[in-house]
Nanobody
Framework: QVQLVESGGGLVQPGGSLRLSCAAS????????VQWYRQAPGKGRKLVAV???????LYGDSVKGRSTISKDNATNTVHLQINNMKQEDTAIYCC?????WGKGTQVTVSS
């Protein structure tokens, strides 16, 4: 059974940084494409970043240039670092492998 557990969310001030983590079990992140999505209140789900099984990365326009997605194969975890955070980054962030989803972690950007 595949389980994905997100962590690292919380309250951050505008301009601050946050590092989210997606801990996987049942699948090896080293062999999978892993996606981070976010859903803001009243809006649809949007792709934030992807890291391919070979390590290639792709970022959504909303975080491009201020975000880094990475894999830690030793802990089977994918991290998402977002810098220079903005109020519009406020959302629930979820990770996904194939058809499997975590429950998400809330990120709130506010002064």
């Amino acid at each position: 059974q595949v389980q994905l557990v997100e962590s690292g969310g919380g309250l951050v001030q505008p301009g601050g940084s946050l590092r989210l983590s997606c801990a996987a079990s049942g699948r090896a992140v080293s062999s999978e494409n892993v996606q981070w999505y976010r859903q803001a209140p009243g809006k649809g789900r949007k792709l934030v970043a992807v890291i391919g099984h070979l390590g290639t990365t792709l970022y959504g326009d909303s975080v491009k240039g201020r975000s880094t997605i990475s894999k830690d194969n030793a802990t089977n975890t994918v991290h998402l670092q977002i810098n220079n955070m903005k109020q519009e980054d406020t959302a629930i962030y979820c990770c996904s492998i194939s058809k499997y989803w975590g429950k998400g972690t809330q990120v709130t950007v506010s002064s």
